[in-house]
T-cell receptor, first 116, second 116 residues
């Protein structure tokens, strides 16, 4: 079983809806990540939080809003999404700051989002 | 610039056959890290191995083995006596040490299907 838990596993939303994806890890990791993965493509980095502060935003549209309430939780708030935003959203964590960490990322199972 | 090439998009093998997944990388850095991740149908990315650029020793873990050759910039992955549970998409990834894990560059992945 993965030690990074993501909810919900599946989400269907309309373009005017507001929804949130949640991620939780209890490994004491200090960095958490959001990735977006389209079908048959590799994951693409969206955001990185290090010690609960946003350290990297890979030019993601503002309709995606990340939040890190504490070191174990990471949310991704969704608003006014487009159908092309439909994808698997993966959360990951790493033990230390992403700029110095060269170890592995631990991934959750992802939240599969469909935007109608 | 970093680049990871997995030329094999899809591979099918019959159970118990050996299979090698190819990975070729490009980097200007002398210090870097190479990874392999497995993504089963359930969605999560499972870490398999990390290798740094100064360690060219091949590694074996059960039925899995990895062949790292700096001379050809390759980091190939072999599964011996494949099993149906090995069916997944496998990603090779590269991280330059100075950039840290947030700049993990994935290849496009190889989908492996093991037929009973």
């Amino acid at each position: 079983d993965t030690e990074v838990t993501q909810t919900p596993k599946h989400l269907v939303m309309g373009m005017t809806n507001k929804k949130s994806l949640k991620c939780e890890q209890h490994m004491g990791h200090r960095a958490m990540y959001w990735y977006k993965q389209k079908a048959k493509k590799p994951p693409e980095l969206m955001f990185v939080y290090s010690y609960e502060k946003l350290s990297i935003n890979e030019s993601v549209p503002s309709r995606f809003s990340p939040e890190c309430p504490n070191s174990s939780l990471l949310n991704l708030h969704l608003h006014a999404l487009q159908p092309e935003d439909s994808a698997l959203y993966l959360c990951a964590s790493s033990q230390t700051d992403p700029r110095s960490n060269t170890g592995e990322l631990f991934f959750g199972e992802g939240s599969r989002l469909t935007v109608l | 610039a970093q680049k990871v090439t997995q030329a094999q998009t899809e591979i099918s093998v019959v159970e118990k056959e050996d299979v090698t997944l190819d990975c070729v990388y490009e980097t200007r850095d002398t210090t870097y890290y190479l990874f392999w991740y497995k993504q089963p149908p359930s969605g999560e990315l499972v870490f398999l191995i990390r290798r740094n650029s100064f360690d060219e020793q091949n590694e074996i873990s059960g039925r899995y083995s990895w062949n790292f050759q700096k001379s050809t910039s390759s980091f190939n992955f072999t599964i011996t006596a494949s099993q149906v549970v090995d069916s997944a998409v496998y990603f090779c990834a590269l991280s330059e040490a100075g950039a840290g894990s947030y700049q993990l560059t994935f290849g496009k992945g190889t989908k492996l299907s093991v037929i009973p």
